[in-house]
């Protein structure tokens, strides 16, 4: 069971790396920062976070890879902002920090049909049950039947099983 949530994540961390890497801007894309002789420091995931109005994570010294240094957020393209903020949620997934969950559910308000996918997957990712209500309130909301399949089947995901014991002393 644990493939069948790990694959598809690492399979869209690869494409957006891969596709991060094609729409690199500038005509020299296979200089590096050393080669350039700049000292560009790479934004921590507290500057983009704090960037797209999301809760603070606390883990604010860990270098996010995703971000393209140089690139502004005006001169970021829609399709570069979705694989950037789909990389942010998987890397949300794998902490264990309680505001990275609220942030990732946060996303699952986002306009874009991407990052609501990835929101959904972060959040089985994560592992928690307090996800719950929030998948629950977004599976009500959406219209779209691929969506709430994919909602109901991470709701089942994340809901606790019940104790065989507890189940067999009822009957």
């Known amino acids: 069971m644990r493939l069948k949530v790990i694959l598809p994540i690492f399979l869209i ?84 920090d309680p505001a990275s969950l609220k942030s990732i559910l946060l996303d699952l308000n986002n306009s874009e049909a991407e990052i609501r996918d990835a929101a959904v997957i972060a959040a089985v990712q994560f592992k928690s049950a307090d996800a719950i209500p929030a998948l629950q309130d977004a599976y009500s909301r959406t219209d779209e039947p691929e969506e709430k399949v994919s909602i109901h089947k991470a709701i089942e995901f994340l809901e606790p099983t019940p104790n065989p014991e507890s189940v067999t002393a009822t009957k």
């Open 13 to 96: 961390t690869v494409a957006t790396l891969v596709l991060i890497q094609l729409t690199r801007p500038g005509p020299g894309n296979d200089t590096t920062l050393q080669d350039s002789g700049e000292n560009t420091a790479i934004p921590t995931s507290d500057d983009i976070i704090e960037a797209n109005s999301r809760a603070h994570v606390s883990n604010a010294n860990e270098p996010l890879q995703s971000k393209q240094p140089g690139v502004s957020p005006e001169e970021e393209s829609h399709e570069q902002y979705i694989c950037r903020r789909t990389a942010e949620l998987m890397e949300l997934a794998m902490s264990d």
